[in-house]
């Protein structure tokens, strides 16, 4: 709890110290998370034309973020580079993402364009210069909360996203926390802009960001090192449910999953009879597929080309049916003693429990 107290009077003093340009998504991106926002962005006579540094409040704001950074960021992104080694350009596919694009973006961190899919709807981008001081205190204290939970799990979890997503006192839906991901990564917010799906086309379109109602999906423009990126944060259901009958949304399913794929903390859904076309999606298109034990069951990973065990498993999370990813199980017995896995990936916390599948068609 001290921790939790300790950033939220920091990262109110960085937010109430200055006044901001509304209209920028960076300067909101930066101040999510803490960083300085340069004086070109703030209407304060004194500081004009000269850039704001770091002051300490911002550095002791970024402590949930450096735990994660030495924890899981870091020897994530090393283990990346010596096994995945992905090319630069093209597109990949995260379905059951939520908002963590922290992960993707280390894991394929030169692509050109990122497509998450969650269930929950994006929501608009959060000014708090423009809300009540209670409004704005009820945003950044659960701003926080999650920052750090992430920090600590490496993960969502599904209830606190459907929570966050419902309270319209917080407001935290996905969309901030995505923007406060990129500017931590290092990347400038130039845009965010609402999708809608156009049945025609069975893609999306930018929509006016003045309606309210049509923040249910995003594209967040981003740029790094003058390489301009596109995020793009769909909400869908992805279940039979909904995709057996939007042949149009389906059709945008089969095209996105022909892309390398990212499966992680996905509550072993895939394998449920009732997620059988986003399943099948994958299973059949796509080119490179690296997951934990949450997503595929083995016999699905075998059929898409030879699959490569890292870290250890023996079962799956107490919270799932036993009885799954058994065939993953044997095939990690069999394969003898694995190398750990040198970071936290999913709900496996222990070491000796932390497993990635990596599939290459």
């Known amino acids: 709890m001290r921790l939790g107290n300790l950033l939220l009077s920091i990262v109110l003093t960085s937010y109430s110290a200055y006044a901001v340009a509304a209209t920028d998504p960076d300067v909101l991106a930066r101040e999510y998370v803490g960083l300085p926002v340069p004086s070109s962005t703030v209407a304060e006579p004194s500081v004009a034309g000269k850039k704001r540094s770091a002051q300490p409040q911002f550095n002791q704001g970024r402590v949930a973020w450096d735990s994660y950074e030495k924890q899981i960021g870091k020897p994530l992104r090393k283990w990346t580079s010596e096994v995945i080694a992905q090319p630069p350009g093209g597109t990949v596919f995260y379905p059951f993402s939520g908002p963590d694009f922290v992960t993707v973006a280390q894991m ?51 209830l606190d996203l459907n929570e966050n997503t419902a309270s319209t006192k917080a407001r935290l839906t996905s969309t901030p926390v995505m923007m406060a991901f990129a500017s931590a990564l290092g990347f400038h917010v130039e845009s965010v802009v609402p999708l809608r799906f156009n049945p025609d086309t069975a893609d999306f379109d930018p929509v006016d960001a003045s309606n309210q109602t049509a923040w249910t999906s995003v594209r967040i423009g981003l740029v790094k090192n003058e390489r301009k990126v596109t995020l793009d944060y ?24 022909g892309n390398p794929t990212l499966l992680k903390a996905a509550s072993h859904l895939l394998p449920k009879p009732y997620f059988s076309a986003c399943r099948a999606a994958i299973v059949d298109s796509a080119p490179l597929l690296i997951q934990d034990e949450t997503g595929l069951e083995y016999a699905d990973l075998k059929k898409m080309g030879t699959v490569s065990l ?40 222990s070491p000796n429990q932390r497993s990635l599948q990596v599939v290459r068609r």
């Open 108 to 158: 394929f961190p030169e692509a050109e364009r990122y497509v998450m899919v969650a269930i929950q709807p994006a929501g608009e981008v959060v000014d708090t210069r423009a809300m009540s001081p209670m409004a704005a205190l009820a945003f950044k204290s659960k701003f926080n909360l999650e920052w750090m939970k992430f920090g600590y799990l490496g993960f969502f979890r599904t």
């Open 234 to 257: 769909i909400a869908m259901d992805l279940s039979d449910g909904f995709l057996k009958s939007h042949a149009p949304e389906l059709s945008w399913i089969k095209k996105s999953a």
């Open 310 to 349: 890292y870290g250890r498993f023996s079962g799956v999370f107490r919270l799932f049916n036993q009885n799954s990813q058994r065939e993953l199980a044997a095939a990690y017995l069999k394969a003898g003693q694995q190398s750990v896995l040198p970071f936290a990936f999913s709900y496996q916390k």
